[in-house]
């Protein structure tokens, strides 16, 4: 990654492109041509547009910098070891178009006919799967109204409808 100054993330690097940095993008098609299926697995400190990786690939999992026991949590969530339970905490791009992205985003920033780019992202804040299913119900709001500088309580019931045990962010 670089950090500070020299890479791809972090404090100081902004980025001319949303493009797998290098030939890695070109790995990536390649490993895609080959007709195996491809779990993409990207350790990065943002998001990157992934081409045609997006549909064509078995499944990706987003890791941010994980540390020293992230390489240990990819292989259990790839091995089935272990049930993911993450969301993304941004948006990523289906392309550089599409930026900024963001989940508070006004009606102009969605898909229009106003202009000829689709700013609807390959994956939005918040998505994440998981080896099971969860149910939600029972939503109480416990106002009508939020005020902007102010704060509103919600309460759910989050039920385990699958085979496995898991975990489900509320986001």
Known sequence: AGLFGRGTSGE???AESLELPGAQQQLLDALL???TPVVTVLLAGRPYALGRAVAESAAIVQSFFPGE???RAIAGVLSGRTNPSGRLPVSVPRGAGAQPSTYLGARLAQASEVSNIDPTPAFGFGHGLSYT???WGD???GTGQ???DGEF???L???NTGDRAGTEVVQ
Do not use: K, N, Q
Request: net charge negative.
């Open 157 to 159: 019931t989050v039920r």
């Open 153 to 155: 309580t919600l309460a």
């Open 133 to 135: 299913t969860f149910a």
């Open 139 to 141: 939503l109480e709001v």
């Open 12 to 14: 100081g690097c902004d």
């Open 69 to 71: 026991e992230g390489t």
């Open 146 to 148: 939020a005020p902007t």
């Open 33 to 35: 041509d080959s007709g």
